[in-house]
């Protein structure tokens, strides 16, 4: 059983990393989606051509090519990066082309006469932008903001790939070791589940909160 | 005798094959309060649209306060206007909406007091005093902190006329401001701008189906009908004795509708 515990130990080290990477690669997800839904709805052809471009082709390539081309390829063009790195690049970059085309979508969703009356208050474009149109908008992002988020957390097992000890590649680790299969296994289940919970929950949490008073109920 | 502020000369605008604004002319003096009534689709609510940049016209001037609204006077040239030309117009023009258009995540105040604090660089101290006072002379004080969707559609209008004023524009548009509302609740609304016409020198246009309260509200009153003005006069000449053919047959329906004249 002690034996067991220093085995515990191992695996929870990779939820760190794997805590680690989630967060991380969100941020750069965030960063990428508002840069690219937002270019994706500008007035100029060569911002959105350069949105449009970025979109399509991280959605549409896989995302262990893209971890392999940020571990393996890079280096050859004099850019190496730490697995750690190089793990939080592909993983924001890919879940943030998903996510550029929610915060398009949630851009459109407000309605015309939103942009009417920031014409009609003189507000500047991005005036309008930051103060009524995304703050709107960013309610309706959340719910499918907590399925990106959801998504990079599974996704995150691919580094196990480029030896980067997250919470799948410990769980080998520990199998090869101790001959298990069933625990190991077992406990990185329960690991990734409650871990997409917390998700859930503090994205609903935010949802609620954000929504206060819109529907004149809750204050 | 002091120049229009308001001079439109030969404005058309198509939508798609759909003639609206079929070469309208119109002028406004300072402090006037126009009444803008005719059938669905006569053009009216576009003009008022067009004045407040939100449709774009394809052909005819525009001169609003002495200046091209949608032009730039550059070395003699006529040019298309550019956006900050356009902002600086806009300065000069509040518009109130059928729907009102608040903006619904943003307490009464912050609707209120948000455009001048970016658009004027007035402080929150400042803006926030003005709110104060445009709330208390729409009859809203207390609702300050109340979000919009707390309000009933007459307060949400009443609002909505608060948050416009503040940026203490020349001239003022009205687009079928009591259309959307509970009947019971239209009265309110009218009142504060009944107020505004008699403590403002504004200069005041609304299109509107409330034609009891054009004829007591307007200097003058324009009938609209297929992207022209068909008729146009004193409250009285218009309501009691058009002499347009087309005017008397409209203002017979709306009287059969059981509106009061």
């Keep these: ?219 | 005798m002091p120049a229009p502020i308001i001079k439109v000369d030969a404005i058309s605008k198509s939508f798609g094959t759909f003639k609206v604004l079929d070469g309208l002319s119109m002028q406004v003096m300072p402090g006037e309060k126009l009444a803008l009534i005719g059938p669905s689709g006569s053009g009216k609510t576009t003009i008022l649209r067009i004045l407040m940049t939100l449709e774009k016209i394809d052909g005819g001037h525009i001169q609003v306060d002495g200046e091209q609204l949608y032009h730039m006077e550059r070395n003699g040239q006529l040019l298309p206007a550019d956006e900050r030309h356009l902002a600086r117009m806009r300065q000069k023009i509040g518009m109130v909406f059928q729907l009102f258009n608040l903006f619904p995540h943003k307490c009464v105040m912050d609707n209120v007091t948000l455009a001048p604090m970016l658009t004027k660089g007035v402080a929150r101290a400042a803006a926030e005093k003005r709110a104060m006072e445009l709330l208390d002379m729409v009859g809203l004080a207390d609702k300050a902190k109340a979000m919009p969707a707390q309000l009933s559609g007459g307060q949400k209008q009443r609002v909505a006329i608060a948050r416009a004023l503040a940026l203490s524009p020349k001239i003022m548009l009205f687009d079928e401001v009591t259309s959307a509302l509970d009947p019971e609740l239209v009265e309110e609304v009218l009142n504060v701008m009944r107020k505004l016409a008699a403590e403002t020198d504004m200069t005041m246009l609304l299109v509107t189906h409330e034609m009891g309260f054009a004829h007591d509200f307007a200097d003058r009153v324009l009938f609209f009908d297929r992207g022209r003005i068909v008729e146009e006069g004193k409250p009285d000449e218009i309501f009691r004795h058009p002499k347009q053919e087309r005017t008397q047959s409209f203002l017979k329906k709306i009287i059969a509708a059981g509106h009061r004249v």
């Excluded at chain 1, 890079?74 to 915060?103: D, K, M």
């Design chain 1, 1 to 219: 059983m002690t034996q067991w515990s220093g085995y515990l130990g191992l695996i929870l080290q990779g939820a760190l990393v794997t805590i680690e990477l989630t967060l991380m690669g969100s941020v750069l997800a965030l960063i990428m989606a508002f840069l690219a839904g937002m270019g994706r709805v500008s007035r100029f052809f060569i911002v959105r051509a350069i949105a449009t471009a970025y979109i399509e082709f991280f959605r549409g390539t896989s995302i262990f090519v893209q971890l392999f081309w940020a571990y393996f390829v890079l280096p050859f063009a004099g850019l190496s990066l730490t697995p750690l790195q190089a793990g939080v690049l592909a993983l924001g970059l890919n879940v943030g082309a998903y996510a550029a085309e929610v915060v398009r979508g949630a851009i459109l969703s407000v309605g015309r006469e939103q942009y009417e009356a920031c014409t009609a208050l003189n507000l500047g474009r991005w005036q309008g932008m930051r103060h009524v149109i995304l703050p709107q908008a960013l309610l309706v992002m959340l719910p499918t903001f907590g399925n990106n988020a959801i998504e990079l957390l599974k996704a995150t097992s691919v580094v196990s790939l480029i030896s980067l000890a997250d919470l799948t590649f410990q769980a080998q680790v520990v199998r090869s070791q101790t001959g298990s299969t069933l625990m190991p296994f077992l406990s990185v289940l329960i690991i990734y589940f409650a871990l997409a919970l917390i998700i859930s929950w503090g994205v609903r949490t935010l949802e609620r909160r954000m929504a206060r008073g819109l529907d004149g109920v809750r204050v």
